[in-house]
């Protein structure tokens, strides 16, 4: 299982916000590279990077600062206003590893369908569910379709990742939603990244023994819990590692 840290991007800094509202958002860096650097000493391979005035504004607006944190050797899952192939080719361009589609997998599966042609595992696609539906831009309006059938539709299109975050959990220092998240591995062929809630590594140790009955469940998003040192990367690392309780 694969521990991906989190960083959000807001304005070019490092930022979390409760459930997505950009009225709730908390400052941590002025400059996420630095933040990078630290997950990369402690032994972190991907890193799961959020461009929120991407996802806001509907095309991304914090390429510069990605590109700074991929050249730190880091493998960057980016997500956030990815929603034109041209948009796509820029960040694959500036050294993302892995691109997130959001808002526009839940409008159009043919362009879903066309960036896994031509980019395969690259690509991603992650569904937001708030109560489970469906939420796109930013989260703040829905889609109208459950994130379960949207998941399926996915997999039809050989989409081989999803990002499954529940809203209702994600900032909240809860735990993870694991109905929601085995629901959602049971869906299909996909591999699914869990994001939202993660508040304790005893958390993370239920998620690690999850992968013995979902092999599937390629890893988990972890971030304000980092960030306000609730858990610690190492060991959160070494948990992901061993598959085992610790």
């Known amino acids: 299982m694969t521990i991906y840290p989190a960083i959000d991007i807001k304005a070019g800094r490092c930022v979390r916000l409760t459930q997505g509202r950009a009225d709730q958002e908390t400052v ?11 997950f990369r000493a402690a032994g972190a391979h991907w890193v799961h990077v959020v461009d929120l005035d991407g996802a806001f504004a509907g095309e991304p607006a914090n390429l510069p600062v990605v590109q700074a944190i991929a050249a730190l050797g880091m493998k960057v ?8 192939r041209a948009a796509v080719e820029r960040a694959l361009g500036f050294g993302v590893s892995r ?14 369908a066309e960036l896994v042609q031509a980019f395969g ?4 696609v992650g569904i937001d569910a708030k109560n489970g539906q469906v939420a796109v ?9 459950s994130a379960l059938a949207l998941a399926r539709r996915m997999d039809a299109l ?43 590594r005893e958390d993370v140790i239920a998620l690690a023994q999850l992968t013995q009955r979902h092999a599937r469940l390629d ?28």
Do not use: C
């Open 28 to 38: 941590y860096a002025e400059n996420p590279a630095d933040v990078a650097a630290q």
């Open 77 to 84: 899952q980016l997500g956030g206003g990815l929603r034109t």
């Open 99 to 112: 691109v997130v589609i959001g808002t526009r997998a839940a409008e159009s599966e043919a362009f879903v």
């Open 121 to 124: 595992e690259k690509i991603a």
């Open 137 to 145: 831009k930013g989260w703040v309006s829905t889609a109208g379709m």
């Open 158 to 200: 050989g989409v081989r990742t999803l990002i499954h975050t529940d809203i209702g959990t994600d900032g909240m220092l809860t735990g993870p939603n694991f109905p929601a998240q085995e629901a959602m591995l049971q869906a299909g062929n996909f591999q699914v990244i869990a994001s939202g809630g993660v508040s304790r």
């Open 219 to 246: 890893g988990v998003i972890v971030g304000k819990a980092l960030y306000e040192a609730r858990v610690e990367l190492r060991d959160l690392l070494a948990i992901a590692k061993s598959g085992s309780d610790q």
